[in-house]
């Protein structure tokens, strides 16, 4: 395995400060920076600052487009504590501003070969579609690997935990089950694209000690749909 997309969830960047964790940042970094084997880039997701569905004040369209910013303060946040651990990274973002670049496969895989990390800020660009779609875009544009999805969730289970307590941990989902069974996990529309372009996909826990080194290692963390 020589490049990773991760799709990296906005809450992981929580803690009991509020929505930015120097701990959670400084830990995150440090496990990014210490890849030193593959090229990596992420995808950031907003939910830290604001989820669409728990946010019916606002259309969705307007939800959408705060998610979009949000998704541009967690790359500079993350961009910030990642230089502090001597790790280059650049933004691209299909939202555009001034302090970040305009989403380009082309120089984000001159920017990976050179050892840099590319944050893909912003999601699509466009509302109604989520982050987990923008990181398999992305994912297929700059041609990874593994699409690998770290958030809170250990992986895709057979049925949901919180109701279920026989609910078992899956540890590989062909992707025409995962469609089929309409599993919430992972975006349904990301997933569709993973499997039309036969890049696997690996949800994980995040918050497991070393669990991306792990994956960059050709481990398996979490489940694997593919």
Known sequence: MSRILLKLSGEAFKGPEGI?????????????????????????????????????W?????????GMLATVLNALALQSYLESSDRR??????????LTE??????ALQSLRAGEVVLFAGGTGNPLVTTDTAAAIRAVSIGADLLAKG??????????????????????????????????????????????????????????????????SGERVGTRIQ
């Open 20 to 56: 930015f964790s120097p701990d959670a940042l400084a830990r995150i970094a440090a496990e990014i920076a210490a890849l030193t084997t593959v090229e990596i880039a992420i995808v950031v997701g907003g939910g830290n600052v604001i989820r669409g569905a728990q946010s019916p």
């Open 58 to 66: 606002l259309d969705r369209v307007k939800v959408d487009t705060l």
């Open 89 to 98: 990274a650049v933004i691209q973002s299909a939202v555009y501003t001034e």
């Open 102 to 107: 305009r989403i380009s496969p082309r120089n």
């Open 151 to 216: 958030s809170g969730v250990a992986g895709v289970y057979s049925d949901d935990p919180a109701q279920n307590e026989s609910a078992r941990l899956l540890t590989d989902v062909p992707f025409d089950e995962y469609l089929a069974r309409r599993y919430r996990v992972m975006d349904q529309v990301a997933v569709e694209i993973c499997r039309e372009h036969r890049l696997p996909i690996e949800v994980f826990d995040f918050s497991v000690p070393n669990a991306l080194s792990r994956i960059s």
